[in-house]
């Protein structure tokens, strides 16, 4: 069997798993083209799902296209495939991020086993916007997550509690800072879904999802209902002592944005297989100032791409997905 003969439902199926991974506000920012006569599934960024104001230089954006494109890898590996993975294949192409080969197993090439043995968390990673226990990730599990952060290029680092009580500092001042930005809550509640809107959505943050609202705990959390009226969602503590990761990368142009997603997506699955819940704070990342000092000065390596909330509680909520139709052209 070549890369040609590789058919179509085949690639349905990679891209309804592809599209299981995070984004901001859940926007879905990907499209995706399969080539069938060379075997090539391209991934596509797409433009009209941007946030120019909370993300004028799509570089969230990337990174959850980034983190679609391992999900790819993962659920490629698990059908026995053995892609070929090229980032920025074209450079008179910017909106073309990823062209994957799917290649069979076999003298070309073997499948990734440590891929293929996320498979299943794939639909059991979600995110939680729920309080987690003061249970501490054990140390061989933040060790873990460290070294699959490595084998994307980025570096993951935990926070040490007087660095997080920093970075929680600087969440709370882009809080501050969002009160006074109608344009930011403007884009923000575009990607909200309330009501009934919230049964039928494809895409955005439906009110079932926003989690508790908070009233006490450091944990980092975004009120996506605002001043709106939502259902009741009830009230609690968050945890005293959050336990934040920060990942980095050396450079910080799109191809260490993909890199990024991808080292994300890695983390956030192995994390779910290891019985952790998480939450992504990129709120304090939107503000060019507040991202430059989010970095540990004594430990840092590289700019922060993303915030990771890791620990024990409940795994959050499935939250809508385009359907594949939508977003899979074939060629």
């Known amino acids: 069997m070549t890369a040609g003969d590789i058919d179509v439902g085949t690639v349905g199926a990679l891209v309804a798993e592809a599209v299981l991974a995070p984004s901001m506000h859940n926007a879905q920012p990907w499209t995706f083209r399969f080539l069938t006569d060379e075997g090539v599934l391209e991934l596509r960024a797409d433009l009209a799902r941007a946030m120019p104001r909370t993300d004028p230089d799509n570089r969230s954006l990337y990174i959850g296209c980034g983190a679609a494109l391992f999900n790819l890898r993962v659920a490629a590996a698990h059908e026995g495939l053995a892609p070929e993975v090229r980032l920025l294949p074209d450079p008179g192409d910017p909106h073309l991020l990823a062209a994957l080969r799917l290649a069979p197993a076999g003298p070309g090439g073997t499948p990734d086993d440590e891929l293929a043995r996320l498979h299943p968390a794939l639909r059991r990673r979600h995110t939680s916007r729920h309080p987690f226990t003061d ?3 054990p140390q061989p599990v933040r060790e873990e997550l460290c070294e699959d952060a490595e ?3 980025a570096s993951l680092a935990f926070a040490q509690p007087w660095h997080g009580d920093f970075v929680l500092e600087l969440v709370r001042d882009a809080e501050a800072r969002d009160q006074s930005d109608p344009a930011g809550r403007e884009e923000l509640e575009h990607w909200t879904r309330l009501g009934a809107e919230a049964e039928t959505a494809v895409d ?3 009110e079932y999802a926003f989690g508790p609202r908070k009233t006490d705990g450091k944990a980092p959390w975004r009120d996506f209902a605002g ?4 259902g009741d969602r009830g009230a609690t503590a968050f945890e005293r002592s959050p336990q ?4 980095s990368t050396p450079g910080d142009g799109p191809a260490d944005w993909l890199r990024a997603g991808q080292a994300l997506e890695r983390v956030l699955l192995k994390a779910t297989l290891a019985g952790l819940a998480g939450s992504l704070t990129s709120h304090l990342l939107e503000s060019g100032d507040l991202r430059g000092l989010s970095r540990d000065p004594v430990v840092g390596e590289g700019p922060v791409q993303m915030v990771l909330r890791l ?3 409940p795994q959050g ?3 809508p997905r385009r359907p594949v ?3 899979l052209t074939i060629v």
């Open 227 to 230: 001043r709106r009226a939502t």
């Open 317 to 319: 909520v499935v939250t």
């Open 244 to 247: 934040l990761a920060l990942l």
């Open 204 to 206: 955005g943050v439906p």
């Open 151 to 153: 084998r994307e290029g």
């Open 135 to 137: 249970e501490p990730v």
């Open 311 to 313: 620990g024990y509680g």
């Open 325 to 327: 139709s939508e977003v």
